[in-house]
């Protein structure tokens, strides 16, 4: 969680372990309201499947399981954001520019995590530089 300087938090999650297949989505609350964006669940897709003699096999992404509901993800390679970031790579090196990610930002991301998990691990709030 990350409180700024007005008081505000802000809190991310992620987990490779999650149970069900990708749950991709972003929550916000507001003081005047809320907005959801689930890439993953709210596709129109879902499967359901009792397992039964191998019937189903593979259904779903990153799944722990083949049995009961699943949230199979349409179109994962454009939700996933791959088409766009591999769309961007190839026109940086046509034109010879650089990415509008910098190595700056993968710094920034590196410190954010690592204050994030020694937060987590001491139990309290750290300050970020």
């Not at 969680?1 to 916000?28: C, H, P, Y």
């Not at 005047?32 to 992404?61: C, H, K, L, N, W």
Request: hydrophobic content about 35%; aromatic content about 12%; some cysteine.
């Amino acid at each position: 969680m990350i409180k700024f300087s007005d008081g505000s938090l802000s809190q991310s999650e992620n987990s490779w372990s999650t149970r069900g297949g990708v749950d991709g989505r972003l929550e916000a609350y507001g003081t005047e309201g809320s907005i959801f964006v689930d890439i993953a669940r709210e596709t129109g897709v879902r499967a359901f499947t009792t397992g039964a003699q191998g019937v189903a096999g593979y259904v779903v992404e990153k799944s722990d399981a083949s049995v009961g509901w699943m949230y199979p993800v349409w179109g994962e390679y454009i939700t996933g954001g791959f088409v766009d970031e591999m769309k961007h790579f190839t026109e940086c090196i046509k034109k010879e520019e650089l990415p509008r990610e910098t190595f700056k930002d993968g710094v920034v991301v590196n410190e954010l995590m690592d204050v994030a998990y020694r937060s987590a691990k001491d139990g309290r709030w750290i300050a970020l530089n």
